[in-house]
């Protein structure tokens, strides 16, 4: 069974540029999250999808922050106008049943 | 959903069992205790979940105290593959609720 496939893999972007993330869930999986992890912190939940619909996105900074998940498969996370603070990796997760959350590699972005 | 306390960091000698504290004091009754680990550099990984009864699979098991007010991970067989950060979460068991990570404790495995 494929993995969450996540990309890019690195990004390096200069303050006030603008990035996008991709995401490609396990196929079948309704339940897909989005979480930013900086350096030596637990994953913080961005944003959650079920399907096509927002389950919950009150972490998600939504002056420069935003997500869509297209016909409730892959999703893509944008960041407008970046910042210092942005620089994190950004995990994508799916899930099946409400127990087991796959995650993806991630992509580390870093805000110069 | 409920907060968890765990320890920031915790040492473990290869070969012997890994014993990972979680308090969860404000638990309710339908919110269930789950476990993921993240080794460096990779995404979370599920271990292991639990309502109110011991659980047991291939990667650890799982003890809740009667009242539910906390539990433990064991890894019975610690090797150097298992150091990694572990995080206990609180949650409901519905496909909606967040999945939120806290700060989790640090396993260093030793030789």
């Known amino acids: 069974e494929a993995g969450v496939a996540q990309s890019p893999r690195y990004k390096i972007i200069e303050k006030r540029q603008s990035v996008a993330f991709w995401c490609n869930p396990i196929?079948?999986?309704?339940?897909l999250y989005w979480y930013q992890q900086i350096l030596g912190q637990g994953p913080k939940l961005l944003i959650q999808?079920?399907?096509?619909?927002?389950?919950?996105d009150s972490q998600l900074p939504k002056d420069r922050f935003s997500a869509e998940r297209l016909k409730g498969v892959d999703s893509t996370l944008k960041i407008q106008p970046a910042k210092l603070e942005d620089s994190a990796v950004y995990l994508c997760?799916?899930?099946?049943?409400?127990?087991?959350?796959?995650f993806g590699q991630g992509t580390r972005l870093t805000v110069v | 959903d409920a907060k968890t306390t765990q320890p920031t960091s915790m040492d473990c000698a290869e070969g012997r069992a890994a014993n990972l504290p979680c308090n969860h004091s404000?638990?309710?009754?339908?919110?269930?205790v789950y476990w993921y680990r993240q080794i460096h550099s990779q995404g979370p990984q599920y271990i292991i979940h639990?309502?109110?009864n011991n659980e047991t699979n291939e990667m650890a098991s799982l003890i809740i105290t009667e009242d539910r007010k906390s539990s433990t991970l064991i890894l019975p067989h610690a090797t150097l593959r298992d150091t990694a950060v572990y995080y206990c979460?609180?949650?409901?068991?519905?496909?909606?609720?967040?999945?939120?990570f806290g700060g989790g404790t640090r396993l260093m495995v030793k030789p």
């Open positions: 196929s079948g999986h309704a339940t």
């Open positions: 997760a799916s899930s099946l049943v409400s127990w087991e959350a796959f």
């Open positions: 999808f079920q399907n096509n619909g927002v389950v919950d």
């Open positions: 979460i609180v949650r409901g068991r519905n496909a909606g609720n967040m999945l939120t």
């Open positions: 404000t638990i309710s009754g339908n919110e269930y």
């Open positions: 639990g309502l109110k």
